[in-house]
């Protein structure tokens, strides 16, 4: 598995969006995943715990193995974000939608990018879908 770590991506209003990669080995061109939380994506490194086994993001190591690339955002104004945090605002409805549609455009990726997560990155993905038709196919929110 591939992992670019702290990649920065710009929005249209000139903050960066910090994201983090996994991507299989090889060229691609890869589908992808994308979860967003205000919950820093640098905790995926943390070990599982039996009560918060796969934390908001799922297997990560399993989605590559079947293929996926997976993208986890720091939603504006946490982790390595920049710009200031509101919850759910319009602001980062926009960096999402910029995200998204930058992870399709990239060499790895065939331009098709889902939405996947539970709890508060789930609520994220359900605003998503309908902003981004061309390159959102699918959504995935898990509740828990």
Not at 13 to 30: A, L, N, Q, T
Not at 44 to 61: H, Q
Not at 90 to 118: C, M, P, T
Request: overall charge positive; hydrophobic content about 35%.
């Amino acid at each position: 598995m591939i992992q670019e770590k702290d990649v920065q991506v710009p929005v249209r209003d000139g903050v960066k969006i910090g994201v983090r990669i996994y991507r299989p080995e090889g060229s691609g061109p890869f589908p992808a995943l994308f979860a967003a939380s205000p919950y820093r994506y640098d905790n995926n490194e943390l070990p599982p715990r039996p009560m918060f086994l796969w934390r908001e993001t799922g297997p990560i190591e399993w989605y590559v193995e079947q293929g996926y690339a997976y993208v986890h955002a720091d939603v504006r104004g946490t982790g390595i974000s920049g710009g200031e945090f509101g919850f759910l605002s319009r602001a980062e409805q926009q960096d999402l939608h910029d995200v998204i549609e930058w992870i399709a455009r990239q060499k790895w990726s065939n331009g098709k990018v889902g939405g996947i997560g539970s709890r508060i990155t789930a609520c994220r993905s359900g605003s998503w879908a309908y902003r981004t038709r061309r390159t959102w196919p699918a959504s995935h929110p898990m509740t828990g």
